[in-house]
Every structure is written in structure tokens, then in C-alpha cells.
């Protein structure tokens, strides 16, 4: 991966001109590398990853994933029948996978009542869902490569030493 | 009461640079750029493996080189990346860190009298320990050529009464490292002067600009030179206290008998996450790298652009740039920035005379810091107009 991507990828905030300090690049260059990934679609957004853990946020107090297994239709495969499931704003994420289910649901509502609900009333009785299988999530303990647990600044090692 | 303690003790340079140290220690919320470690912890897997060693209840003494498998691991790995090859049974010994290696070393060739050569500035126990082995250190100064060590240099200090010299690159303190050719012309005056060679190499792996060269991958250096190495800087383990010295046999038998009586063998969970480190922590190495490269290439620009003038360092985590613009002493200079703005850093004096007017920056801290700290600097620099 372009070094440029990966800079971006730990760090959003990682502006152009340092960037450009960190690869010995033109700071235009980078700019323009930044802008053509952005057009492509290559970065799609910036945002905090948030410790929800911390934070106190009545619209999505509870989170699950849920197993759903659908019928694939004919032409279009799993892609229309995702695209109507991911499209609920309840859903926080939707990826297609392999095994014994299609499609694993993340969905996060208030409490576990309108979580249920969202499941019988919304998504089971969709149709080509053939059945579901909901998992609250209890505690997240790692996210997309972030521990989520705020780790003081790294006073292990002595301040100085030769 | 008697002074108890030996005359050659006595006589020892305490480092004169405790006092900072201690000031530095003293002190809160310090942005520092003063520590000569990785700021990464040692890679999940490799301190999984000194764990699951603990549970198995390997807790035992090892051979005294060491368990075998380090030492075949050490051999394949010198095998793989620098075509350098050593028996794991009479050429390598594992050691407390490249420290007690160059402690080895140094008392196992200094007859009483002995020179040493060690081109300052350097890492700071190189001298002690050569006097400590009853060996005469002859430093050279080479602040007048890039703070590398020259053939000119080197041939000017060499007399009937030199033993060996001490190589150390990438350098602590500089980040300087040498190219083949010109380790090629350092060599051929060692070996037609028969000057023998301790090279600690512990920075190997931290090399940006070019391949880093094994100094006894040279032509004619495998049996004129100790090769010291280690797993503190590379993957991230200074505290595991785990180096290797690679040598003729004779030379490694010699260290070996010091070692079996001074220290016996290395801790086993160091020695089995070592292990580890080189079967499965390539990765981890490779990336640190990357990592460092990026703060390196910035710190230079930055640094630069504060007038704080540096070269670019080649290797390691350490940039040395001149502080003589501010009319400072090395000393004064990191004092002051301390006091007034909370950035703590090294005096170039640490690591020799002729590092007055430089100060050691680490750029081993995460980029927030970095950035922060040069903020201060500026700062710093700023009310000094």
C-alpha cells in the first residue's frame, strides 16, 4: 500500500505538508495524491473512532450482530437484498461472508427492545430472509486494529538514558 | 574509614552527566527525546513466547553459550542476511546484552597496556570498560569529518601497542553509518597493521539510506573481528537483556570462560523469547523501521528549519545537530531548554569531548510527541532571538 495511505490510515489527521516531510515528497505532490485518492473513492472518509464505552449516547446503547441467511436472487445474487438491509439506519455495518450464513448484520438501537424489534419486524419478515440468529454484544475489546482502552502516554521506559 | 574501593575504580570518570540525568528524573510532565530505546514495546508474539516459556516451566540454567536453538536461530539469521556464517557450536555465545559482549570481548584480548582505539562521540561504556580490563583507551575525534572514523584517522592512531579497535554503526550518538567501500578501507589498514576488530553492530537492522555491511563479511574480517549484536534496539527488547557475540572460536572460547564464571548464562525467558523474535519477528522489524524513516526524514527537515543544522543520519533513532548558533554550551543549552520548556534531551558531551556544541535527540517517541517538543524548541529558540 502507498505510504501516503498508510500514514492517513493510522493518522486522519496527518496533514499533507508532514506528510511530505515523512517521504522527502513535494507537499503538492502529496496534496495531489490525497485528493486523487479521495475522487477514486480510495479514502472514502476521516472520523474519530470514538469509545463509545465512555460515552453515555441514548440513541445506541445496545449493539448486535446478527446472522442472516437469505436467498440469493436470481441476477442479482446477495447485492439487492443487502443493499435493502444495509440501507436501515439501525445498521452500523453489513459484510457478506462465508459458512453456514450470508450476510453479518451489526445493528445498534437504544436498548435490547428496539434491537428485537428491528429483527422481527424489519428484518425477518423481509423477504428472501430465510432466518436470523442475533448476538448482543457484551464488551468490544478491539476494533478495526484499535484496542479500545485509552492508554496513558508510555511511561515505562526512564526518561533518559544513553 | 580505609577507602575500600580499588584505585581503579577510584580513578574512573564518573559520568559527568548524572547530575542532568537526575534533574531530568526530578522532573514532571517531560516531553523527553532523550531515551536511547525503542519507544515500541516488544511485538505481542515475542512476549507471548517468554509467557507460555514461564508456564511451561522452563526456569531452569542454560548451557552457558546459551540454548542451542538461539544459537542456531542466531546463525541462520547472519546465514539469511548478510551470507555471514557462524557455527552455533563454537562461534556464537549469547550474552547479557551487546554490553556484557563488549565486556567479554575487551577482557578476553587487552594484555595490561593495551590500546584501544575509540572514535568519539561515542556510545559511553566503550572506554570504562576497556580501562576496567586494564587497557589503555585512545580516542579519536572525529568531529572534523562528518563524525566518521577515516582511514587517515585510524592510521594516525595506530602504534606497536594497539590492540583492536571498537567499531559502532549506525552510532550512538550520531546516526552516522558507513557505506561497504569505505568499511573496506577502514579493514585493509586493520588487517595489514594487525589491529584486530570489536564491531557492535546493534543498530544493524536500523539502517535507511543503504544495506547495512557486517563488518566481517569483509574481505579477510571474519577472523580479525568480534561481531557484537543483540535484540534491544531492533525488536524492541532492551529490557529482555538478550545480545549475541559472534567470533573465531578461539576468541568466543576465551569470552565463553569469562561468562561461565561472571554471569553463567542469560536468563532462559529471555533467551526463549529471543528465540522467538528471530522465527517469527522479521515483520515487526521491517515495520518499526518504517516507521522510524518517516519520524526521521521529518525531525531532519524540522530540525533544520529551526536552525538547529543537521545532516542526515543513516541509521538508528538519533539525530546529533549543532546547537553552537544559540552561544551555548551543550550542557547549558539542554539545562535551559529543560527548565524553560520541559523538552529533555541529551548534551553531545555525554559522548565524548567533541560533542560540544551538539545535543543527542531521539526521534524513538510517538510523532504527537515530536511535534510537541519541536513546538517548545521553537519556542525555546524564539526567546533566545
Not at chain 2, 126 to 149: C, H, M, Q, R, W
Request: one cysteine or more; a positive charge.
Amino acid at each position: 500500500m502507498d505510504e501516503i495511505l498508510e500514514i492517513l490510515e493510522k493518522d486522519g489527521r496527518a496533514s499533507a505538508e508532514d506528510i511530505a516531510k515523512m517521504l522527502r515528497k513535494d507537499a503538492g505532490e502529496v496534496k495531489k495524491a490525497i485528493k486523487k485518492y479521495e475522487k477514486e473513492g480510495a479514502i472514502l472518509k476521516y472520523k474519530a473512532v470514538i469509545n463509545r464505552d465512555l460515552i453515555r449516547d441514548e440513541d445506541f446503547e445496545v449493539r448486535a450482530l446478527i446472522e442472516v441467511n437469505i436467498v440469493p436472487q436470481k441476477d442479482l445474487g446477495f447485492d439487492k437484498i443487502a443493499e435493502r438491509i444495509y440501507s436501515f439506519p439501525e445498521v452500523t455495518s453489513c459484510y457478506l461472508i462465508s459458512g453456514t450464513y450470508d450476510l453479518l448484520v451489526v445493528v445498534a438501537g437504544k436498548n435490547l427492545h428496539t434491537v428485537s424489534n428491528f429483527v422481527a419486524e424489519k428484518l425477518s419478515c423481509l423477504e428472501h430472509v430465510r432466518g436470523t440468529a442475533t448476538h448482543f454484544l457484551l464488551k468490544k475489546y478491539k476494533e478495526d486494529g484499535v484496542i479500545l482502552k485509552h492508554k496513558s502516554e508510555n511511561n515505562k521506559r526512564i526518561a533518559i538514558s544513553y | 574509614m580505609k577507602n575500600i574501593v580499588s584505585k581503579k575504580v577510584q580513578i574512573m570518570q564518573p559520568s559527568g552527566i548524572r547530575v542532568f540525568f537526575d534533574l531530568v528524573l526530578g522532573m514532571r510532565d517531560v516531553i523527553s527525546l532523550g531515551v536511547g530505546e525503542p519507544d515500541f514495546v516488544t511485538p505481542w508474539q515475542i512476549r507471548e513466547a517468554g509467557i507460555y516459556s514461564l508456564e511451561e516451566g522452563f526456569t531452569s540454567y542454560t548451557s552457558n553459550k546459551g540454548l542451542y536453538k538461539l544459537r542456531l536461530g542466531v546463525c541462520r539469521h547472519l546465514k539469511d542476511k548478510y551470507a555471514l556464517e557462524y557455527c552455533p557450536d563454537e562461534e556464537i555465545l549469547i550474552t547479557v546484552g551487546v554490553s556484557e559482549g563488549v565486556d567479554l570481548a575487551m577482557r578476553a584480548i587487552i594484555n595490561p597496556g593495551d590500546k584501544i582505539i575509540v572514535p568519539l562521540p561515542s556510545y559511553v561504556s566503550y572506554g570504562p570498560v576497556v580501562e576496567l580490563a586494564g587497557g589503555v583507551p585512545v580516542y579519536i575525534d572525529t568531529s572534523g569529518s562528518g563524525f566518521k572514523l577515516t582511514p587517515e584517522l585510524l592510521r594516525k592512531n595506530i602504534d606497536s601497542r594497539t590492540k583492536a579497535v571498537v567499531l559502532n554503526y549506525p552510532v550512538n550518538p550520531t546516526g552516522v553509518s558507513y557505506r561497504r567501500r569505505e568499511l573496506e578501507d577502514i579493514n585493509k589498514i586493520l588487517l595489514n597493521k594487525g589491529v584486530f576488530c570489536i564491531t557492535d553492530e546493534v543498530y544493524g537492522d536500523l539502517t535507511y539510506d543503504f544495506n547495512h555491511t557486517a563488518f566481517p563479511t569483509l574481505p579477510g574480517a571474519r577472523k580479525n573481528t568480534v561481531y557484537l549484536n543483540g535484540f534491544s534496539k531492533s525488536f524492541a527488547m532492551t529490557g529482555w537483556r538478550v545480545g549475541f557475540a559472534c567470533g573465531p572460536k578461539e576468541i568466543i572460547a576465551a569470552m565463553t570462560k569469562i561468562h561461565q564464571y561472571t554471569i553463567m548464562c542469560v536468563p532462559i525467558t529471555g533467551q526463549m523469547a529471543a528465540a522467538e523474535a528471530l522465527a517469527s519477528g522479521r515483520k515487526s522489524v521491517e515495520q518499526m523501521k518504517r516507521e522510524y524513516n518517516r519520524r526521521r526524514l521529518f525531525m531532519v527537515e524540522e530540525l533544520n528549519s529551526l536552525g538547529l543544522k543537521c545532516s542526515c543520519p543513516q541509521g538508528a533513532f538519533y539525530i546529533f545537530p549543532s546547537i553552537k548558533n544559540s552561544g551555548l554550551s551543550s550542557m547549558e543549552f539542554s539545562r535551559r531548554l529543560l527548565k524553560e520548556q520541559k523538552v529533555a534531551v541529551v548534551p553531545g558531551t555525554a559522548f565524548g569531548p567533541c560533542g560540544e556544541g551538539y545535543i543527542r535527540i531521539s526521534y524513538a517517541s510517538s510523532f504527537d510527541n515530536l511535534k510537541e517538543a519541536l513546538a517548545r524548541i521553537r519556542k525555546f529558540l524564539e526567546k533566545r532571538g
